[in-house]
C-alpha cells in the first residue's frame, strides 16, 4: 500500500527560505514524485517533479531557479525534498507532494502543458506555506 507523508512547511518573510519534505512508502524506483500548491480560489498547480531511478527534474516557469527538487531512496522508501528559495508572497499556499508509479519520464519530467493533477494517484495531506512581505 502506498502512503505519502508530510514534513516540514510552515512560514516565512519573503526573501527567506523553507524546505518541505515528504516521505512515500510502498512504491519503487519506477515512479515520478512531485509537488502541487493551490492557493485559495485558485487551481492546482505542478510545480516540480522528480524521476525516482533517473534522478531528473522538471520545474514550472513559476518556480524555476528559485526551487529545488531532490531525492533521498531507500528500498521502497523514497524522501523527496522541496527546497523554496528567495520566496515570495504570491508562494503562498497548501502544498502537497504525491506520487505515482511511471515506467518513463513522460507525465512526469517530461510533460507537454504542465503537470496534471489527475496523473497522480497518491496524495500526501498537504501542508500550509505562507510568505509573508
Known amino acids: 500500500q502506498v502512503q505519502v507523508r508530510h514534513f516540514g512547511g510552515g512560514s516565512a518573510q519573503a526573501g527567506g527560505s523553507l524546505r518541505l519534505s515528504c516521505k512515500v512508502y510502498?512504491?519503487?524506483?519506477?515512479?515520478?514524485m512531485s509537488w502541487f500548491r493551490q492557493a485559495p480560489g485558485q487551481e492546482r498547480e505542478g510545480i516540480a517533479s522528480?524521476?525516482?531511478?533517473?534522478?531528473?527534474?522538471?520545474?514550472a516557469d513559476s518556480v524555476k531557479g528559485r526551487f529545488t527538487i531532490s531525492q533521498d531512496n531507500a528500498q521502497n522508501t523514497h524522501t523527496v525534498y522541496l527546497l523554496m528559495d528567495s520566496l515570495k508572497s504570491e508562494d503562498t499556499g497548501m502544498y502537497y507532494c504525491?506520487?505515482?508509479?511511471?515506467?518513463?519520464?513522460?507525465?512526469?519530467?517530461?510533460?507537454?502543458?504542465?503537470?496534471?493533477?489527475?496523473?497522480?494517484?497518491?496524495w500526501g495531506q498537504g501542508t500550509q506555506v505562507t510568505v509573508s512581505s
Open positions: 504525491a506520487a505515482e508509479a511511471r515506467r518513463s519520464p513522460w507525465g512526469c519530467t517530461v510533460v507537454t502543458g504542465g503537470l496534471r493533477p489527475a496523473d497522480f494517484g497518491y
Open positions: 522528480i524521476y525516482i531511478s533517473s534522478g531528473d527534474t522538471y520545474y
Open positions: 510502498g512504491i519503487n524506483s519506477s515512479a515520478c
